[in-house]
């Protein structure tokens, strides 16, 4: 079996989180920062590699990383994230303005 490099980043500069495997891109998350609420309005990826589960798996990535470094909330702009969190009820404190 053939062993892959895959590799989340999140590139601050140009507010994006990117999936690369092999170093080649696969699916990235835009977003924009709005004071308390960061919104993801852009979710791509490569269209050969679609239909593996590569956008849920940076949307998590995503996810997570603002959980844990902000106290922002999250306001999917992006039709893939809106669903996202319809199939992830757990994460839906999100949503909503956090202290």
């Known amino acids: 079996m053939i062993a892959v490099a895959k590799t989340f980043t999140h590139d601050t500069d140009a507010n994006r989180y990117i999936l690369r495997i092999d170093d080649e891109l696969i699916a990235v998350v835009d977003y924009v920062v709005n004071g308390d609420s960061i919104s993801f309005n852009h979710t791509f990826t490569?269209?050969?590699?679609?239909?593996?589960?590569?956008?849920?798996?940076?949307?998590?990535?995503a996810v997570d990383d603002v959980e844990k470094s902000s106290n922002r909330h999250i306001v999917p702009m992006c039709w893939y994230v809106g669903k996202w969190f319809d199939e992830h009820p757990e994460r839906a404190e999100l949503l909503s303005s956090r202290s």
Do not use: L, M, S
């Open 46 to 61: 490569n269209p050969k590699k679609r239909g593996h589960g590569y956008a849920g798996e940076i949307v998590e990535f």
